[in-house]
């Protein structure tokens, strides 16, 4: 008989909505895990995302208050899409009510937060999911396995990217996404969390970084209305720079970070984010080089990648390879090779993996180790930006759980555009 689990969603934005619409796909593509969901209640403190809960997305209530949501009773699992700095509470709440975890990244805005969820879930047993959903495209699987089997032979290099424009326009008005209180770090733990991630996942642990960060657009207009994610401030006066008149506030975390990185393997690599970059729309990329060959993906081209093998006969030349049954789950969305999946597919392999994990098929990976290393990833870099040297990729220490909630680093140190220091103070 078919298992029902009640769903609670906690923040109705991007994705709030695509978290629910992967449930609804399950059935369509995991036929086996023979789960109907009950979308029970979300919680929002906007009215309108509220009302959006109800009348579009098919929650049977919308509330203000989160916690009223991951207590109902009818509630077994609960998407975590709030706003990162809500995160790490909510996510507790949830541990605490014994329900299980989907939890968007970065599930906190310090190490110390992220590793307390994790030692919270591992005491209650909680299932733990977390957004890292470029873990899931099928050429990604195909890239660690080749590395794993050896094909590239010792991996020696890797270049990680993820260069995206939706902060470019100086109009974008300020959201969440640019204050320390509500995001913690900016494209750190926004993109670079994703860089670090794949990058794991291929080639291994980084063991230390060197890094620096910048602020491109050191101020933005206040929003008006329903701004979201790429909103632009409409205005009939042509592009307005923030210092043109219109009422603006400072950004206060990195639009952009570049770090070296050394991985405990022995490679070397370098990675970058930017999300005031023009030009790239959402470039997120890997490299990877290796004694026998290399290979090269970006997510612009998601089901294509570029392969290298020294021993293919003849000068071998980059062999385009084309996603296709075999890679990965995508078998479960296309039944022939090249036929495209799409960025929303990603989401509802990572709630397959979620709750097959609930029903107690096998443990969540990507989950909440993963995160803990992402983000000890980014703290190097944080700090390394603040001391310019080298900086271990480590834990917070001991002390991490009950006993410390929450770091507190030094002032980020950043260099605007035009090369001013600029002090923010981290929260
Ligand atoms: N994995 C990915 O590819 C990916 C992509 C985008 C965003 N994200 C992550 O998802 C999270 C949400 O991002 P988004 O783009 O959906 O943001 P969003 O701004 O579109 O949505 C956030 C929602 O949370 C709501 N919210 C704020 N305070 C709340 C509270 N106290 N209780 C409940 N809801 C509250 C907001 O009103 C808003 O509706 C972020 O942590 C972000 O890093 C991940």
Not at 297 to 307: C, G, Q, T, V
């Amino acid at each position: 008989m078919s298992r029902r689990l009640g769903v609670g969603l906690l923040g109705v934005g991007w994705m709030g909505a695509l978290h629910t619409r992967s449930y609804r796909r399950l059935a369509d593509h995991y036929p086996e895990l023979d789960v109907t969901f009950e979308l029970v209640a979300a919680a929002d403190p906007d009215p309108r995302r509220r009302r959006r809960a109800v009348e579009q997305l098919g929650y049977g209530r919308a509330d203000e208050d989160w916690r009223s949501v991951v207590e109902d009773p009818g509630v077994d699992v609960v998407s975590v899409t709030s706003p990162n700095y809500l995160h790490r509470e909510m996510a507790l709440g949830v541990i605490a009510a014994n329900k299980q975890l989907w939890v968007e990244k970065p599930v906190g805005t310090s190490v110390a937060q992220t590793e307390q969820v994790a030692l919270a879930a591992a005491a209650a047993g909680t299932v733990g999911a977390v957004g890292f959903n470029y873990r899931h495209v099928p050429l990604i699987e195909h890239a660690v396995s080749l590395v794993a089997g050896g094909s590239l032979g010792a991996i020696t290099g890797v270049r990680g990217w993820f260069l995206n424009d939706y902060a470019s326009d100086p109009r974008g008005p300020i959201n969440w996404r640019f204050l320390r209180s509500e995001a913690g770090s900016g494209v750190l733990g926004d993109l670079m969390s994703h860089v670090v991630d794949l990058a794991a996942a291929i080639v291994g642990p980084l063991s230390e970084v060197v890094a620096s960060t910048d602020v491109v657009i050191g101020r933005r207009p206040l929003a008006s209305g329903d701004a979201d994610h790429f909103s632009v401030v409409a205005t009939d006066r042509g592009p307005v720079m923030p210092e043109g008149g219109m009422p603006s506030v400072p950004v206060e975390n990195e639009d952009s970070a570049r770090a070296l990185v050394h991985f405990a393997g022995g490679a070397t690599g370098f990675l970058e984010a930017g999300r005031a970059v023009v030009g790239p729309h959402c470039s997120l990329g890997i490299a990877v080089y290796g004694s026998a060959g290399s290979l090269l993906w970006d997510f612009e081209r998601m089901n294509e990648m570029d392969l290298y093998l020294a021993d293919a006969p003849g000068d071998p030349g980059y062999r385009r390879v084309l996603a296709r049954p075999g890679h990965g789950d995508y078998a479960r969305f296309q039944p022939g090779p090249a036929i495209s999946m799409g960025y929303d597919d990603l989401k509802v392999v990572e709630a397959a993996r979620f709750v097959r994990a609930v029903l107690g098929g096998e443990p969540c990976a990507p989950g909440l180790a993963e995160a803990v290393s992402a983000a000890q990833a980014i703290d190097a870099m944080e700090r390394s930006a603040v001391s310019r040297s080298w900086e271990p990729v480590s834990s917070a220490g001991p002390a991490v759980g009950s006993q410390r909630a929450t770091v507190a680093p030094g002032p980020e140190v950043t260099r605007t555009r035009e090369g001013a220091s600029q002090r923010t103070d981290q929260v």
